[in-house]
């Protein structure tokens, strides 16, 4: 139980494009999930908090206009990453948590996608 | 806001040795403290979690350790196992709703056959 998948796995684009990933929680309903970047160090940075039916709520300094994060509906959040540079390039990962377990703070992440912009 | 700091940022171990790695974090209010394990190529899983009114919990090998006074907590692995090879992260809750988490940058930890 408790599965997040995330796709693309991999995607490449150019420069300028835009890229849209998406984040699923395939067995259980996912009232916030959460988007990050993972550096080449091996960061978790937290980007922004996705709510179902409302605004994403961002991190400082994270851009929300570059950033833009979709939560429609219970199993389904997107990110997409606008007019993209080359120094966006970098691991997205994404996590969820079980709406029915309203009080806990364990977070499922999904297998993540690696952008490269060229 | 929350910062969590862990270290060493690299561990080698040999196979039945422990393996202990700490992090500290700044916001008093952190109430949640878990530790995640990332496998090359793979997703980040939860191994083992601590809330604030505990000081010490023990899964099998495994075991986290509080100390709110100091602000940091401490992951500890037993008889470690060449499948123990991993990075580990650990996270403190964010007050301020959505129950999120703040990581460290992670510990790559080497267990030598």
């Known amino acids: 139980g408790a599965v997040v998948s995330q796709h693309p796995s991999r995607v490449i684009c150019k420069s300028g494009t835009s890229v849209k990933i998406e984040c699923r929680s395939l067995?259980?309903?996912?009232?916030?999930m959460f988007w990050y970047r993972q550096f080449p160090k091996k960061s978790l940075m937290l980007m922004a908090t996705s709510n179902e039916g409302s605004k994403a709520t961002y991190e400082q300094g994270v851009e929300k206009d570059k950033f833009l994060i979709n939560h429609a509906s219970l199993t389904l959040s997107t990110l997409t990453v606008t007019s993209a540079h080359p120094e966006d390039s970098s691991f997205y990962i994404c996590s969820a948590r079980d709406a029915g377990r309203d009080f806990s703070y364990e977070q499922y992440f999904g297998p993540g996608t690696r952008l490269t912009v060229t | 806001g929350e910062n969590v700091e862990q270290h060493p940022s690299t561990l080698s171990v040999q196979e039945g040795d422990s393996a202990v790695i700490k992090c500290t974090y700044s916001?008093?209010?952190?109430?949640?403290f878990p530790w995640y394990k990332q496998e090359l190529g793979k997703r980040p899983q939860l191994i083992i979690d601590?809330?604030?009114?505990?000081g010490e919990k023990k899964d099998q090998r495994i075991a986290v350790t509080l100390n709110k006074t100091a602000k940091h907590f401490s992951l500890h692995i037993t008889e470690t196992q060449p499948e123990d090879s991993a990075v580990y992260f650990c996270?403190?809750?964010?007050?301020?709703?959505?129950?999120?988490?703040?990581f460290g940058k992670g510990n790559q930890v080497v267990v030598i056959p």
């Open positions: 996270a403190a809750s964010i007050i301020g709703g959505n129950n999120r988490l703040a």
């Open positions: 067995d259980f309903q996912a009232t916030t």
């Open positions: 601590i809330r604030s009114n505990v």
């Open positions: 916001d008093s209010a952190s109430n949640y």
